[in-house]
């Protein structure tokens, strides 16, 4: 530094009266500049002079400075803020970046941390740290610290995200600035070059991205079985019988909604898995690229299994409350006033009660397991299972649990499928649709843990063989075939089977 340049600075420098405790750095600590003391810059400060750096704020008026600088600070102009660090952080927004065009000889070798965002994807056609590294060519320009807020940093990692994403040209630099976020206690992440920028600053201003698809569904889900119920529950009433039942839409049509949701959602989560399998032997390998759709429905399963869980947990709450529905104590008063009115006897149904039973009990286990599932995709769960232990929650667990829940559905519908009366408007009810895709992960997982297909999948590791009964493509083209013809045979046994029903009911 010169002597004309240190008299600079010692004339730029304004000393901050004491605003909190006084902590000042120590003389010897490491120095580095924040550009600008707007939000940004002063959290970042305060947090680097707690974690012992000495910060020098570079200002446009280092003389009429906010007073809520951090105590211990100091306050320079820019050329002089500058200088007297080698890493330097911008909190400037990315319009203002000219400022740093007269710098660019001073900041020749300097490590210039660029913290900017934008207001929207897409704003300029260059990411700013690039435009930064365009306006000061010899700097080393590092993109990080961006996707905090003033806030986090000012509260500290404990309270908010951990992570630091960092990415740049220069390997020095960049571990100068995660040397820097370890010691601010962060957990600093290495992106790589600095054509990662775009997507770093993107980072902000995502709005849950994995969620949308499954957000998607349920609510697709959730409308289209609202009004299937709707029409098929209430209107049909209204229209056949001139009954207005429109008071159960709150709770009786909300609980064949949410139960019926949750298990389709449930079944999705699976579904991709097994299909991804049966790519695997179809290909005879598993080295090849899933289709893109297929990888987008995986990465999805985990907000799909949630609010599946979500609407499971819906129809639990709904369950609980019916004892206290006026509607259901109207009912069951009316029913004991008129067995003893007509003075009749009702018989003890064993049948019944087996069957009322398994179908609470499954349904409880069921969503025990649901509830582990939804716990162990917590980050702070899963962090702590190896890898073992997690894919057997999420897969062996989680199989069993789509099977409880589909048996619990399954007796709850019991044999109500064979009563013609139930197609009301030849449409059937609700919970038979909802059974459809279950049914088929089942099947078809069924099918994957088969000896023949489990073994070579596994002793296999490079290749599929195509010698087992499925990986061979004509027997998998014959499976589908039988699988097929037997549906259709028992569709047909079906109808004929209503057919005598009815015969008989006529002769009767
Ligand atoms: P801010 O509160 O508006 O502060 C910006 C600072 O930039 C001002 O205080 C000013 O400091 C300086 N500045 C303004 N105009 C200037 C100019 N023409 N030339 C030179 N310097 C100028 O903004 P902020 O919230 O701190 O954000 C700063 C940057 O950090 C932005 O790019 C933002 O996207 C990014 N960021 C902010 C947050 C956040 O939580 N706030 C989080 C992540 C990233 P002086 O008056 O001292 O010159």
């Keep these: 530094m010169t002597g004309q340049e240190r008299s600079e600075e010692k004339s730029e420098c304004v000393s901050l009266s ?52 951090p105590h211990g600070a100091q306050v320079l102009g820019h050329a002089a803020a500058a200088q ?41 056609p260059e990411a700013n740290a690039e435009y930064l590294q365009s306006l000061v060519p010899g700097a080393e320009v590092v993109k990080g610290f961006n996707t905090l807020s003033a806030w986090s940093l000012q509260n500290g990692p404990s309270d908010a995200n951990r992570q630091v994403y960092i990415c740049g040209e220069s390997v020095e630099a960049k571990q100068a600035v995660m040397a820097v976020a370890t010691k601010l206690g962060f957990s600093a992440l290495d992106r790589g070059f600095l054509s990662v920028a775009r997507e770093l600053e993107d980072f902000p201003l995502q709005l849950f991205p994995q969620w949308r698809l499954p957000l998607y569904i349920a609510t697709g889900l959730s409308a289209a079985f609202f009004f299937y119920l709707l029409i098929r529950d209430i209107i049909y009433a209204y229209v056949t019988q001139g009954k207005d039942i429109s008071f159960r839409i709150i709770v009786s049509l909300a609980n064949k909604v ?93 049948t019944t009660a087996w069957r009322g039973d398994s179908y609470l009990s499954l349904g409880i286990l069921g969503f025990s397991l649901y509830v582990l599932l939804g ?25 069993l649990t789509l099977l409880l829940c589909t048996a619990h559905t399954y007796l709850y519908g019991w044999n109500k499928f064979l009563s013609s009366s139930t197609y009301k408007w030849y449409t059937p009810l609700g919970y038979m649709l909802c059974l459809v895709l279950p049914s088929v992960v089942l099947l078809l997982k069924l099918l994957l843990i088969t000896p023949y297909t489990h073994t070579h999948r596994h002793t296999q590791n490079n290749t599929l063989s195509v010698m087992t009964a499925l990986s061979s ?36």
């Design 84 to 124: 007297s660090a080698h890493l330097i952080f911008i909190a400037v927004q990315r319009e203002h970046y000219d400022f740093l065009v007269p710098l660019a000889n001073q900041l020749k070798g300097k490590v210039l941390v660029d913290l900017s965002n934008n207001l929207r994807k897409n704003q300029y």
């Design 258 to 350: 949410c139960p019926i949701v949750s298990l389709i959602m449930l079944s999705l989560c699976y579904l991709p898995g097994v299909l991804a399998s049966f790519l695997q032997l179809y290909r005879g390998t598993k080295y090849r690229r899933f289709p893109d759709w297929l990888d987008r429905w995986m990465l999805c399963r985990k907000q799909l299994g949630l609010l599946a869980l979500g609407f499971a947990f819906l129809h639990v709450l709904y369950t609980l409350i019916i004892p206290i529905r006026y509607y259901g104590r109207f009912k069951a008063t009316e029913h004991t006033v008129s067995v003893i009115r007509e003075n009749r006897t009702t018989e003890f149904d064993t």
């Design 18 to 69: 004491p605003m909190r405790e006084a902590v000042p750095a120590p003389p010897e600590c490491e120095r580095v500049c924040v550009c600008g003391t707007g939000d940004l810059g002063r959290s970042l400060g305060l947090r680097l002079l707690q974690a012992g750096y000495g910060v020098v704020f570079g200002s446009r008026r280092p003389h009429s400075s906010s007073s809520l600088i």
């Design 473 to 508: 493509r004509h027997e998998l083209l014959f499976l589908c075939y039988y699988t097929l013809k037997g549906w259709l045979t028992f569709n047909h046994r079906l109808q004929c089977f209503w057919d005598l029903k009815k015969t008989a009911i006529t002769f009767n």
């Design 375 to 399: 716990i162990t995709s917590l980050p702070s769960v899963s962090n702590v299972l190896s890898w073992r232990e997690f894919s057997f929650i999420q897969s062996k667990l989680g199989h």
